[in-house]
């Protein structure tokens, strides 16, 4: 949908039709995602590391691949990776003067980044979509295998720990909490591997074919 062709259209709206577009592509909701912080030259685009990073590691086990792939995706994280991208998208859209307002608490927040962009910003809009795609979407969890369903919660997990690293570091880390606000800022490269992906990419995936193995009595 060009921007002529959805002039009158309500900003939510328009993100759907975005979204709608790309899903059934990786390689398109990749770069949906990643535009997101490069269209902006300044603060927002110094935050586009993070989410990529555990962007990759999502399309790198297949879950996010179209119904009809040779290996399917999982119509859970497929739900949840839809929901954060439609809210940046409306939010994108708000803020260069689409009339309309906020269809959720989660587009406001993403809406408050992107004119102020820090890292307890960033934390509080991501995790509002993730949060809310996770409530909305809970049927669909509840259709995953029991391995797979732990690893949502461990990933959601993260996701909440990520952010108290930052925002609580005390309460997250105890007498470490001076390396919270460090060990968790979206900004650096490192965060997308040791507080997203690192383990996810090595620890996870075999605790997950254990449990799948032991599931099936193998």
Known sequence: MTGAESGGVEPAAVAAEI????????EDRFHLASDFYRADSGDRSRYGRAEPSFLRWEIARGVLNCP?????????WRA???RLLRDKVEADQLSIGRPGSPSS?????WVEFIAAP?????????????????LDHQ????DELPAECFLVNVALGRALYAHAMLARPRLA????????????????????????SASSTRLLPRIVAFATRAGAGQ
Request: proline share 10%; hydrophobic share 45%; net charge positive.
């Open 173 to 196: 880390l105890g007498g470490f909490a001076p390396l919270g606000p460090l060990l968790a800022d979206p900004r650096r490269y490192s965060v997308g591997r040791s507080v997203w």
């Open 105 to 109: 608490r989660a587009v406001h927040l």
């Open 19 to 26: 979204v709608l577009a790309v899903q059934d592509s990786t």
């Open 118 to 134: 820090s890292p307890r910003g960033w934390y509080r809009a991501h995790n509002a979509s993730i949060m809310a795609g996770y």
């Open 68 to 76: 009809a792939a040779e290996q399917p995706g999982s119509p859970w």
């Open 139 to 142: 049927p669909l969890a509840m």
């Open 80 to 82: 949840v990776n839809n």
